[in-house]
């Protein structure tokens, strides 16, 4: 079966810090790759998206860049935090093609002070 | 552009009541509708799909949705609610098509079940 992994799962990072989000699939090849951000327990926002290693789509201009390094790892950067970079992140991966559904990491809290 | 709409940020019941909580939607083309579940401070879990045949499709934990083509709606229904069903429920669509398998995502409705 497929697993979804997500670490750390909370981070504190101060204002200006880098940050490094990493997530992993087992299970499965040759994913489709999503990092969201969910703000104040609400709305989902899209950040990045890959349909293969190194292929990343961006879906909204920001600080925070994505990498695919491998085809099961998905990776969230920042050079330097803002508070506004606070929330919810999610990674998320699904089948290539079809009307499959998307799964879900366990997220991470980021905190920027 | 597709666009999900859930109107109700808020939707409290009582336990053993039946719930439904609505999700109307717009896309080019044929959709793909889903439900997801996040209970505070995980991820989302699928509850069910609709991709094509029957308007009713049945998922996880006891819900349903409904489709309907005409209203452009797809309502998530469970005939008697349980306290553990509170938690934050999204609605999403898809392309027909789409190979990148985008998913736009409704705001989510904060489900409230009293005992």
């Known amino acids: 079966s497929q697993t979804i992994h997500q670490w750390p799962a909370t981070l504190v990072q101060p204002v200006g810090s880098p940050l490094s989000l990493e997530c992993t699939v087992e299970?499965?090849?040759?994913?489709?790759l999503y990092w969201y951000r969910q703000a104040a327990g609400r709305g989902l926002q899209l950040l990045f998206y890959s349909v293969g290693i190194g292929q990343i789509s961006s879906e909204v201009p920001q600080n925070l860049s994505a990498s695919r390094p491998q085809d099961r790892q998905f990776i969230l950067s920042s050079k330097k935090l803002l508070l506004s970079d606070s929330g919810f992140y999610l990674c998320?991966?699904?089948?290539?093609?079809?009307?499959?559904?998307?799964?879900f990491g366990p997220g991470t809290r980021l905190t920027v002070t | 552009a597709q666009s999900v709409a859930q109107p109700e940020d808020q939707v409290n019941v009582a336990e053993g009541n039946p719930l439904t909580v609505k999700c109307t939607y717009s896309?080019?083309?044929?959709?793909?509708l889903f439900w997801y579940v996040q209970y505070p401070n995980r991820g989302l879990q699928f509850l069910l799909k609709y991709i094509t045949g029957d308007n009713l499709v049945k998922g996880s934990y006891g819900f349903e949705a409904e489709f309907n083509k005409s209203q452009t709606s797809f309502h998530l229904k469970k005939p008697s609610a349980l306290v553990s069903d509170s938690a934050l429920y999204f609605c999403a669509v898809r392309v027909r098509g789409s190979t990148l398998g985008r998913l736009y995502f409704g705001r989510g409705t904060q489900l409230t079940v009293w005992p």
């Open positions: 896309v080019s083309g044929n959709p793909y």
């Open positions: 299970g499965t090849s040759n994913p489709n």
């Open positions: 998320a991966w699904s089948v290539r093609a079809g009307e499959y559904e998307q799964y």
